[in-house]
């Protein structure tokens, strides 16, 4: 996916940056950026590929050359960022989060309309962020650029600019899918994703954007550009997996609700018939360990770690492009304590199963290891639907979605037609899917949250969270 940090104000602001956007590393892997505006030098920018070495590495012997009292970082899964643009609006330097669904259609329309041209990158693809600020280049202040660029990308797109005046301008995507938070302190302000990157820079809450916001920031304070729009469809997502543990999301905490969330997949568990006789409930490390929390209390089985995952070299393995070597470093992070597996029946509690591939590697592992019996809990619903508004996840084809390659394997082409039934364990496709997929991969035993208790356990008006690639629905 990915995030970014910016901060204003009298003082140098270039450590204030590095930190912000280190803080934002859990939510990328590929890309991460810089750029500083000062009075004096102008515009200071830096790029790096971190894919093999953290972001605070990279960036680390960059800081001498940085300074000036304006700055934004970013962490990227997509294209390199920020970039910098000169145009009748003047020269800026822009960031952006989200995903384009039209970008040939955009771009086609761009070009036989104003007989422009954009660079691309070596798969031939043109840089998200760049087209976006086509699209704002294309009105006549920067304002009305965002929204025109917002109202034609199919899609979702929030985005942060600096421009030369050394001010901030930060807007939410359109349906409030990301949220964007401004901290403050004596001497300025800041603009982010999380908000304990700026607690830890000693900025407090100051305002949160709403759904399609605009907002200017400098030194002196912020103004709303255009008012916030009345409808929002957060992504859930942000609380079962990607936010951090201590980030707060429409003033609900992500490690709260992982509990509680936990906690309901017990309750439930139990009303249906009761949780399996397990020696130890456990979490697939890192974020479905405080959703096993939950269910473990609850349920009041033991709670245990019967393995950990290595991460001083592997922080994270779902981005390496080829399949092999994703499974690879799977294997490779995983670090059993036998003496909690050998002739242990385990109950696993996971965030989500998405592709499974990772998963079957768990299993295999735990089975080799000598676990007596496995039982596997999703703590989200089956996801059917490639995500439409977030870069979330390599694969685009709903095939790769674990649920969706089995309902065809189950029924073919006449079970994609009934897809809701599939993700509802209380019918009888979606037994039939459960039974499936635990044949397949070796389960004693397989149940998901239900929609229901997810939006339970996120506890805000369930018409404001984006549940699209569980339902389909927008």
């Not at 809450?205 to 605009?214: K, N, S, T, V």
């Not at 084809?397 to 309902?407: E, T, Y």
Request: net charge negative; hydrophobic share 35%; aromatic share 10%.
């Amino acid at each position: 996916m990915g995030g970014f940090f910016g901060a204003v104000s009298d003082r140098d602001v270039a450590l204030d940056v590095f930190f912000g956007t280190d803080y934002h590393s859990h939510l990328g892997t590929r890309r991460g950026g810089m750029v500083l505006f000062d009075k004096k030098e102008g515009f200071q920018r830096q790029i790096h590929n971190i894919e093999n070495t953290p972001f605070r590495t990279k960036f680390e012997r960059d800081l001498a050359d940085f300074r000036g009292h304006a700055g934004l970082g970013c962490i990227s899964d997509s294209d390199p960022q920020p970039l910098l643009v000169r145009s009748h609006l003047g020269l800026y330097a822009i960031v952006t989060v989200g995903i384009i669904n039209n970008t040939d259609e955009l771009v086609k329309t761009y070009l036989s309309d104003k007989g422009q041209q954009f660079l691309t990158l070596s798969s031939g693809r043109v840089n998200v962020t760049e087209l976006t600020a086509a699209l704002i280049n294309q009105e006549n202040d920067l304002v009305s650029g965002i929204l025109h660029a917002q109202e034609v990308i199919d899609g979702s797109m929030t985005i942060l600019i600096l421009t030369e005046e050394g001010e901030l301008i930060a807007a939410r995507d359109s349906m409030g899918r990301l949220p964007v938070l401004i901290g403050q302190r004596e001497d300025g302000y800041c603009v982010s994703f999380e908000s304990f990157a700026y607690h830890k820079l000693d900025y407090q809450d100051a305002y949160e954007l709403g759904p399609r916001e605009i907002v200017r920031l400098n030194a002196k304070g912020f103004q709303t550009l255009s008012p916030a729009g009345k409808q929002m469809k957060i992504c859930a997502f942000l609380w079962t997996y990607y936010g951090y543990p201590n980030s707060n999301y429409e003033g609900v905490n992500v490690e709260l609700m992982r509990y509680r969330n936990g906690a309901i997949m017990a309750r439930d568990e139990a009303e249906r018939g009761g949780v399996p006789e397990v020696d130890f409930v456990a979490g697939v490390p890192d974020s479905g360990v405080p959703h096993a929390m939950g269910y473990a209390n609850h349920s009041g089985k033991p709670l245990a770690r019967p393995f950990v995952k290595y991460t001083p070299t592997w922080p994270r393995s779902f981005m390496p492009e080829d399949q092999q070597v994703r499974s690879r470093v799977a294997r490779m992070k995983q670090i059993p304590v036998p003496e909690l597996i050998e002739g242990k029946k385990l109950l696993f509690v996971d965030d989500s199963i998405v592709r499974g591939t990772q998963l079957r590697e768990t299993v295999d592992f735990l089975y080799s290891t000598g676990a007596a019996e496995v039982h596997m809990r999703s703590a989200c619903p089956p996801i059917m639907y490639p995500c439409r508004y977030l870069n979330f996840s390599r694969g685009n084809s709903a095939m790769d979605l674990l649920a969706r390659r089995m309902v065809q394997e189950l029924e073919g082409n006449e079970g994609q037609k009934h897809l809701e039934e599939y993700a509802d364990s209380r019918t009888e496709r979606g037994k039939c899917l459960l039974h499936e997929i635990c044949a397949q991969f070796g389960f004693d035993s397989l149940s998901y949250q239900s929609l229901d208790g997810l939006l339970e356990a996120i506890g805000i008006d369930r018409d404001k969270v984006c549940t699209y690639c569980w339902t389909g629905k927008e």
